[in-house]
C-alpha cells in the first residue's frame, strides 16, 4: 500500500517531458515513476524512419493523465492505481 510520494521534477516541465515520482511503500520499499501528459508524448519519443510521427515503447513505468498534472491530480491517479492492486506493477524498486 502507498505511504507517500515524493515528486521529482517541477511540475510546470509537464508539457515537455515525463514528471518523475517516488512512492514509498507502507512496508518501507521506495519505487519510482513517472506521469506524462498528452501534449508532453507529442512533444517527445523517437521519430518513425521517414515519418513524421513519434513513437514511445518499452515504458511499462509510465502513466498517462489527460489535461494537466498537478500534485492533487497526481495523488489521486496513485491512489486509484493503489486501490486497483496495481501500485507495484506500474512502478520500479529503487535503493
Known amino acids: 500500500m502507498l505511504s507517500t510520494f515524493t515528486i521529482d521534477d517541477d511540475l510546470s516541465s509537464q508539457d ?13 520499499t521506495r519505487r ?16 518513425i524512419d521517414g515519418t513524421q510521427i513519434k513513437i514511445h515503447y518499452a515504458s511499462p ?17 496513485l491512489k486509484h492505481i493503489d486501490r486497483a492492486g496495481e501500485i507495484e506493477k506500474c512502478s520500479l524498486a529503487i535503493d
Do not use: H, R
Open 16 to 28: 515537455s517531458g515525463g514528471i518523475e515520482v517516488i512512492l514509498e511503500l507502507e512496508n518501507g
Open 32 to 47: 519510482w515513476c513517472y506521469f506524462m501528459t498528452p501534449k508532453a508524448l507529442a512533444a517527445c519519443g523517437d521519430w
Open 61 to 77: 513505468y509510465m502513466i498517462v493523465v489527460a489535461d494537466q498534472l498537478t500534485e492533487e491530480v497526481i495523488e489521486n491517479a
